[in-house]
């Protein structure tokens, strides 16, 4: 099957869609007619009310990327986490989308980082010791905490819940009671509302542009309190990297792809045009069982 070449830029279209929610605030600042170039990136970046560090302390900016085989700080991770520099593609979604996510969850972004930047080091310093060529000690292969880290960084849906048992429904692959029979406490801005979702995966976003039944997000539960769903956007938003951040500098946390549980998004209420029916969610392809108890 062919791929439908990606949308052109279109601020409004962005701002009108549930599933970009997170990134609306950040999007609104956004004032370029054509697509947005690195400079403004940088640009909206420097107009935040706080630099934005990476954890090493080093300050945010977005900078070209280079291709070919490269030295271990220069690498995607190190290369980020040591000097701050996220390599940038032009005219392309899934970077920009990258530095979007960046802007909106900055320190939940640096901790994604920096768990990355430290398996790679462990990784590195093993295999030294073990007698292997630089080359070799410095290639970025992943193991188990990278590819979970990987999932959340690009497919990582952030499932907030003040109900536990709303969280025993996803967990237990249980849609149609969540999304149907439960669905005004999962109706984003309802007066019920007891569960949120937020995208955080900047591939995720990417296929957002093109939403279809079959989009799966990768998500991770954290609890809240009942207030939260009463708070304004932009108050959510920092509350959320600040609990992720805090989440992910558990060094037990996100340790295995079985931590996070798979989110058919199109069934939230509202993120398609037609989930308004029972029905909608007799899918059983989509709507799977799964294998859990």
């Known amino acids: 099957m062919c791929m439908k070449p990606l949308p052109e830029w279109n601020k409004e279209a962005l701002l009108q869609s549930p599933l970009f929610a997170p990134l609306h605030p950040i999007l609104a600042n956004f004032e370029v007619e054509g697509f947005p170039t690195l400079q403004d990136c940088n640009a909206l970046l420097a107009s935040c009310p706080s630099p934005i560090a990476v954890q ?9 990327q280079v291709s070919g085989k490269l030295p271990f700080e220069t690498q995607y991770e190190p290369r980020c986490y040591l000097k701050g520099e996220v ?32 398996a790679l080091k462990e990784n590195r310093q093993i295999l030294m010791k073990e007698g292997a060529t630089n080359d070799v000690a410095s290639s970025s292969e992943r193991g188990a905490v990278r590819d ?3 999932l959340l ?4 849906v952030i499932v907030v819940y003040a109900n536990t048992e709303l969280a025993g429904l ?10 149907w029979q439960r ?3 999962v109706r984003p801005q309802s007066d019920q509302q007891a569960m949120g979702f937020y995208l955080i995966g900047h591939g995720l ?10 989009m799966i997000g990768q998500g991770l539960l954290l609890a809240v309190e009942s207030e939260f769903f009463s708070w304004a956007l932009p108050q959510q938003l920092k509350h959320l990297d600040s609990l992720l951040a805090d989440y992910l500098a558990t060094a037990e946390h996100c340790r295995s792809t079985s ?16 989930n308004d029916s029972a029905t909608y969610y007799d899918n059983t392809e989509y709507f799977r069982p799964g294998r859990r108890a």
């Open 56 to 64: 090493s302390g080093a300050r945010l900016h977005f900078v070209p």
């Open 87 to 118: 390599p940038t593609r032009a005219n392309n979604w899934h970077d920009l989308l990258n530095a979007l996510v960046w802007l909106t969850f900055p320190k939940a972004k640096a901790a994604i980082n920096a768990r990355h930047f430290q």
């Open 148 to 150: 979970v880290n990987t």
């Open 153 to 156: 960084d690009e497919s990582g």
């Open 170 to 179: 996803l967990r237990d692959f249980k849609w149609k009671e969540l999304f």
């Open 183 to 185: 669905r005004e406490q």
């Open 205 to 214: 976003y990417e296929k957002a542009l093109q939403p279809y039944v079959g």
């Open 259 to 274: 931590d996070l549980s798979p989110v058919p998004l199109l069934g939230v209420p509202g993120w398609a045009a037609d």
